[in-house]
């Protein structure tokens, strides 16, 4: 069965850091790659998403993602975090030409000012 | 607007009650999820219903069923409510992507505490 790992549980970073999330998932075939965001007492929205072709993707608010598929990754990054974004992230990984769609653990981030 | 919304922001039930979750979407998406969130376990899929009356069990279906007699209407089942069913309790809904998948789009949540 498909599988995703986010390695990074908690991660607190002052403002200005640049920030790295790691996700990693467990299938051999083609998948269709997710980042969602959760801020504190809001719904879980999308960040961005992977379907097909350049492997770096653009996200809303200056995220950025890259789909490795020798390393199963899609990393999350951004090169200077705001206090704003303050929230949880999901990794999420779907098979292709499937809708079924399985989440990560999730990574708490907490940025100071 | 795409709007997903779900019928109860809090609930508290017994242990041994029959609880129904209601969750409806209003963009005529094929596919609809329940998932549980936990604190470190992250979303972990219940039930994935892909049309109307049909359902695939996610990773953790035991103690929950599931109805989708209308396709803008997913219904979750505790047949007999248990303490460790306490949770955040998300709805979501996509359409179905074919070669790719769309996003998914979700509820504000329902927290359920059986007591």
């Known amino acids: 069965a498909q599988s995703v790992s986010q390695h990074n549980h908690h991660v607190i970073l002052s403002e200005a850091a640049s920030l790295e999330l790691g996700c990693n998932y467990s299938?051999?075939?083609?998948?269709?790659l997710f980042w969602y965001v959760q801020y504190p007492g809001q719904h879980l929205q999308l960040l961005l998403k992977?379907?097909?072709?350049?492997?770096l993707v653009k996200g809303i608010k200056g995220f950025e993602a890259e789909f490795i598929k020798s390393k199963f990754s899609f990393n999350l990054r951004k090169p200077s975090v705001q206090w704003s974004d303050t929230a949880e992230y999901f990794c999420?990984?779907?098979?292709?030409?499937?809708?079924?769609?399985?989440f990560g653990t999730g990574t708490r981030l907490q940025v100071f000012p | 607007d795409v709007k997903v919304t779900q019928s109860s922001r809090y609930l508290v039930k017994r242990t041994g009650e029959k609880v129904f979750l209601e969750c409806v979407q209003d963009?005529?998406?094929?596919?609809m999820f329940w998932y549980r969130q936990d604190p470190g376990l992250g979303l972990r899929l219940i039930y994935f219903?892909?049309?109307?009356?049909?359902?695939e069990k996610g990773d953790i279906p035991e103690g929950y069923s599931v109805s989708r007699e209308k396709k803008e209407r997913f219904s979750l089942i505790l047949e007999s409510a248990s303490t460790n069913q306490t949770s955040m309790y998300l709805c979501?809904?996509?359409?179905?992507?074919?070669?790719?998948?769309?996003?998914?789009?979700f509820g504000q949540g329902t927290r359920l505490t059986v007591v």
């Open positions: 979501a809904s996509s359409l179905t992507g074919g070669l790719m998948n769309t996003e998914a789009f």
């Open positions: 299938y051999g075939g083609t998948v269709n």
């Open positions: 992977y379907f097909s072709g350049d492997p």
């Open positions: 999420a990984v779907s098979i292709y030409n499937t809708d079924k769609l399985i």
């Open positions: 963009m005529d998406h094929e596919n």
């Open positions: 219903s892909y049309d109307v009356k049909m359902k």
